[in-house]
Each structure stands twice: as C-alpha cells, then as structure tokens.
C-alpha cells in the first residue's frame, strides 16, 4: 500500500518480479525491448501477461458464457463510495462473519481486509495457496444484499482447487463485479471513495487496474 498524497492512497499492488503469480498463469514479463544503454534512441518496454495478473478487475463473461465484458462495466459501478469492512484473522468469510460486520444496507461497493494483505509484505513472487477467502453462502450474501462490487486481498475470491469455481459463479451471475489482488494493508476500515479503472480491452473477460481509495471528508476511520 503506498501513500500518493495526503487524501489519494494506491491500493493496487506492483507489477513486478515480486507478484505472486496464480499457478498455471502464463506469467509477467517485462522487458527493455529499446534501450540508451543498448544504443537505441529510446526506452522502450514489452509487457507481457493475462489479464489477471496483478490488480485487476472481472466482468461476467469470465465464468457466464454470453456475459458482458469489462469494456461494457458501467464506470459508475468502478468509481464511488466504498466500505472497507476487516474480517480480522478468519480464514473462511462465512456470512455469519458479513452478518458481524457494520455493513449498512445501503452498501453498494464492498472491499474486504483480510489477514491476506499481510501476504504482500514479503511476497518475492512465491503464491500461497492458504489464503482466506469467502465461501458459497458468503457469496451468495452479497448477491442478497444488492452489492455491485467486491474487492478482495489476495488472487482470486476463490479457495484454491475449488472445483466448479462456484464462488465466482455466484458473484458475477448475480451482477457483482470482482476486483481482486488489492493491497489493504494499514487500510483502516470505514468509508472511502474508491476509483478503480481497468484497461479497456475489447472482448476481455478481465483487466488489470489502477485502484485507488479517496479519504472521504468528514470521515473518521479506524
């Protein structure tokens, strides 16, 4: 997580050597493909990924064959006020754990701090399959509560090897966009403003992001 004045804070994580990478993923490269110190005129530099690398942002058609993709997201969904609700050291979101939460009805966008934000701190490209994540009540929850978008800490809403990726089903069938891979840590809970706008790529089911969260005036968090 890193400061960008005194109201704006990143919230997205780096694309870097150091970013976990989802097994199986075809991985990040980054390159100088034009260089000085190669004798080029410029600096140039190739990127290479899929679209879930890093910060990043899914649209239906990531799991609903016909869904929309991130180029068709309503920006209004991806910018406005946001919750940031801790779950402290649960390694399962249950929706007893949401119930225990201060989560207002009127909760339209929803980032959850997990004990994964931690994950980041020494992360040197190594993937933890234990992270905290929600499960199918939890999910299905936040689809009964009218939530348009939610945010995790770590690579995927999804416990890992889980078959049939039924969390991810339920959230974007019930038209809950997912931003996964943030940084929360040090975030306190309470009410921001968050901007968070990924590529736009045509016909993608995903995109990478910058996410950032606007202290709100007025709000004491903590």
Same mark, same amino acid.
């Given at each position: $997580?890193? &400061?960008?004045?005194?109201? =704006?804070?990143?919230?997205? %994580?780096?694309?870097?050597?150091?970013?976990?990478?989802?097994?199986?993923?075809?991985?990040?490269?980054? @390159?100088?493909? +034009?260089?000085?110190?190669?004798?080029?005129?410029?600096?140039?530099?190739? #990127?290479?990924?899929?679209?879930?690398?890093?910060?990043?942002? @899914?649209?239906?058609?990531?799991?609903?064959?016909?869904?929309?993709?991130?180029?068709?997201?309503?920006?209004? %969904?991806?910018?406005?006020? %946001?919750?940031?609700?801790?779950?402290?050291?649960?390694?399962?979101?249950?929706?007893?754990? =949401?119930?225990?939460?201060?989560?207002?009805?009127?909760?339209?966008?929803?980032?959850?701090?997990?004990?994964?934000?931690?994950?980041?701190?020494?992360?040197?490209? &190594?993937?933890?399959?234990?992270?905290?994540?929600?499960?199918?009540?939890?999910?299905?929850?936040?689809?009964?509560?009218?939530?348009? #978008?939610?945010?995790?800490?770590? #690579?995927? %809403? @999804?416990?890992?090897?889980?078959?049939?990726?039924?969390? *991810?089903?339920?959230?974007?069938?019930?038209?809950?966009?997912?931003? @996964? +891979?943030?940084?929360?840590?040090?975030?306190?809970?309470? $009410?921001?403003?968050?901007?968070?706008?990924?590529?736009?790529?045509?016909?993608?089911?995903?995109?990478?992001?910058?996410?950032? =969260?606007?202290?709100?005036?007025?709000? *004491?968090?903590?």
């Amino acid at each position: $997580m890193k &400061t960008m004045s005194d109201s =704006l804070i990143d919230i997205s %994580v780096p694309l870097g050597p150091s970013l976990p990478i989802w097994p199986g993923s075809t991985g990040l490269t980054i @390159e100088r493909v +034009s260089s000085f110190e190669k004798g080029n005129d410029v600096n140039v530099t190739g #990127l290479s990924c899929d679209v879930h690398t890093g910060t990043h942002i @899914e649209a239906p058609l990531h799991f609903i064959p016909g869904g929309s993709g991130v180029t068709e997201i309503p920006l209004d %969904v991806l910018i406005g006020d %946001v919750l940031v609700a801790c779950t402290a050291d649960a390694d399962v979101i249950t929706s007893q754990v =949401l119930d225990s939460l201060p989560i207002p009805r009127r909760t339209k966008r929803l980032l959850l701090r997990t004990k994964n934000s931690g994950l980041w701190d020494d992360a040197n490209g &190594t993937f933890v399959r234990e992270y905290a994540t929600l499960n199918r009540e939890a999910a299905r929850w936040i689809v009964d509560r009218g939530i348009k #978008l939610l945010g995790v800490d770590y #690579l995927s %809403v @999804e416990t890992y090897g889980d078959a049939g990726c039924p969390i *991810h089903k339920t959230l974007l069938a019930g038209g809950v966009i997912i931003v @996964e +891979s943030l940084n929360l840590s040090g975030i306190s809970p309470g $009410m921001y403003e968050l901007i968070c706008l990924p590529l736009k790529l045509t016909g993608a089911e995903a995109a990478p992001a910058r996410a950032v =969260l606007r202290v709100m005036k007025g709000e *004491h968090n903590g």
